[in-house]
């Protein structure tokens, strides 16, 4: 019962938009002696409700269940706070501009934590014209490659996808100062500031 609806997370969320438990049973129509069984932990939500328990509180399922809402904190949305998540069954790459709760073949997704690289992960960064050409010396086995390289300023996201037995490089057109990554599909992301 380790990931299922606890009755402290519904009773905070019904707190912050200030509904009564009368004002939340009326909501997904059951009974304001249920939504005070959950929230004193004497009773669960039968799973039919979870969807619109979620709606009634604002928010989404996966949140209900963690019982932790995720809240944007870059609303401004500078493109350097951007969060990376990479998953882990299907390889497939997803961009936020800020916190999210992202799932993917059924797996909900921590975002990536960048790392500085080491000599085996390092890469080139070339000045060419007005471009940024990156390269690296990266194997680029079937199993062992370097995934995707990013390059992130303050108003812009770009991503080039890398593929296995390819080649690792890459063309950024230069629009300032900003934060380059890449990810290693064994060892994880890497970022290097130019």
Same mark, same amino acid.
């Given at each position: ?33 249920? +939504? ?29 269940? @963690? ?5 944007? +904190?870059?609303?401004? !949305?500078?493109?350097?706070? @951007?969060?990376?998540?990479? /998953? $882990? ?6 961009? !936020? ?7 993917? /073949?059924g797996?909900?997704? $921590? $975002? ?10 390092? +890469? ?11 390269? @690296? !010396?990266?194997?680029? @086995?079937?199993s ?5 390289a990013?390059? /992130?300023? *303050? *108003?812009?996201?770009?991503? +080039? ?12 057109f ?9 990810? /290693? ?10």
């Amino acid at each position: 019962m380790d990931n299922y609806v606890t009755g402290t997370a519904i009773r905070t969320l019904r707190e912050k938009h200030h509904l009564t438990q009368a004002q939340l049973a009326e909501q997904i129509n059951v009974s304001d002696k249920t +939504v005070s069984k959950w929230e004193t932990g004497r009773g669960f939500p039968d799973i039919s409700l979870l969807e619109p328990l979620a709606a009634a509180l604002r928010v989404s399922v996966p949140e209900l269940l @963690s019982g932790e809402q995720v809240i944007n +904190v870059n609303r401004a !949305a500078n493109m350097r706070r @951007s969060r990376l998540y990479v /998953c $882990p069954v299907c390889g497939n790459v997803l961009h !936020a501009a800020g916190s999210a709760m992202i799932s993917c /073949c059924g797996v909900t997704l $921590p $975002p990536l934590e960048a790392e500085q690289p080491d000599e085996a992960h390092d +890469v080139r960064i070339e000045d060419i014209e007005h471009e940024l050409y990156i390269s @690296s !010396a990266h194997p680029m @086995s079937k199993s062992h490659y370097l995934s995707f390289a990013a390059c /992130c300023t *303050d *108003d812009r996201f770009e991503l +080039v996808r890398f593929y296995p037995e390819g080649n690792a490089e890459a063309r950024f057109f230069r629009r300032g100062h900003g934060i380059l990554y890449w990810y /290693c599909n064994r060892h994880g992301l890497f970022f290097k500031r130019f």
